[in-house]
């Protein structure tokens, strides 16, 4: 057996929030993260002032190149600790794909390891203007110069492929595919607080849909908002004197391969086998 977590069970989330979600936002992202974050910690029946760890996933969603302002269209956890004006004891960041779960690991790992006692893990997306996931480049060079002139750019592009590739092998059609899609928008437009609250599509929607990079349409991509969650760590001991009735973590697993061919993304058996492999991680692990 690979690496088991050995604090399974010894970590728990106590407390969240979670901010409206829109396109356009009315108060500024940095604000409205301390606040998101300040209603999670009361949540937990924590003060500020025993919030000891802190940490995120800051990666900006593509907008055109345009780097990102701390504060404004990104929030680190540095940029937090700043403003509420505390010295925790531990302050950590993640930088991968995955965000919020590589945020939460780090959280869970802090807490066992007795680096931290109660940890904020946050989450704060930005809306930018311009075309989302455009393509900034004014010339190509390594890997790229064999995609992005040809318009190869983008996740709507690249998992096109997978999927065009995932019919064709399977027998599959968009509308089996599509209706994956309903359902996630059905379960989505239950949430008080999703952009798509209340507003559910059908399959006849799915299909009709603009298309982006065949066979993905519009429906089948998300969509940059503007929107903060927040949650609280801390061992499970520590949980059975607060408040709410704790989630526990048992375990976790992450995994990362590049493609064979060296040219993003992965091919359809890449993509399978990548996921199998981190499946039987987590198992494992939990």
């Known amino acids: 057996m690979r690496g088991r977590f050995t604090a399974s069970g010894g970590v728990a989330i106590v407390g969240y929030a ?23 910690v009361s949540d937990a029946g924590l003060s500020l002032e025993q919030i000891d760890g802190f ?14 302002t701390d504060g404004v269209e990104v ?23 995955g965000q919020i779960c590589g945020a939460v690991i780090l959280a869970a790992n802090a807490v066992a390891s007795g680096a931290a006692d109660h940890v904020v893990v946050h989450r704060a997306m930005y809306n930018p203007s311009g075309s989302y996931h455009a393509n900034p480049m004014t010339h190509a060079e390594g890997a790229a110069q064999w995609t992005a002139p ?29 209706r994956l899609v309903v359902q996630a928008r059905e379960a989505g437009s239950k949430l008080p607080w999703s952009h798509w609250h209340e507003n559910p599509i059908s399959l006849d929607d799915y299909m009709n ?21 927040a949650f609280v760590l801390t061992s499970a001991e520590r949980a059975r004197d607060l408040p709410h009735r704790p989630v526990h973590v048992a375990g976790f697993a992450q995994g990362h391969s590049a493609p064979d061919n060296g ?12 996921g199998q492999q981190v499946a039987r991680q987590l198992w494992e692990s939990s």
């Open 209 to 229: 849909a603009r298309m982006i990079a065949d066979p993905i349409s519009v429906l089948d991509c998300d969509i940059p908002i503007n929107g903060v969650a």
């Open 263 to 274: 040219v993003d993304p992965w091919s359809l058996d890449e993509m399978m086998e990548g």
């Open 75 to 97: 929030v680190t956890a540095d940029w937090v600790v700043e403003q509420l004006r505390v010295q925790p004891r531990w302050l950590c960041g993640f930088q991968g794909i």
């Open 150 to 178: 040809h318009g190869y750019w983008g996740p709507p592009a690249q998992i096109a492929f997978a999927y065009m590739e995932y019919m064709q092998r399977y027998g599959a059609r968009r509308e089996d595919l599509g």
């Open 18 to 40: 979670h901010s409206p979600v829109s396109r356009k936002a009315r108060m500024g992202l940095g604000p409205l993260a301390l606040r998101t974050i300040s209603e999670a």
């Open 55 to 68: 940490t995120t996933g800051a990666l900006f969603p593509s907008a055109g190149g345009r780097a990102p």
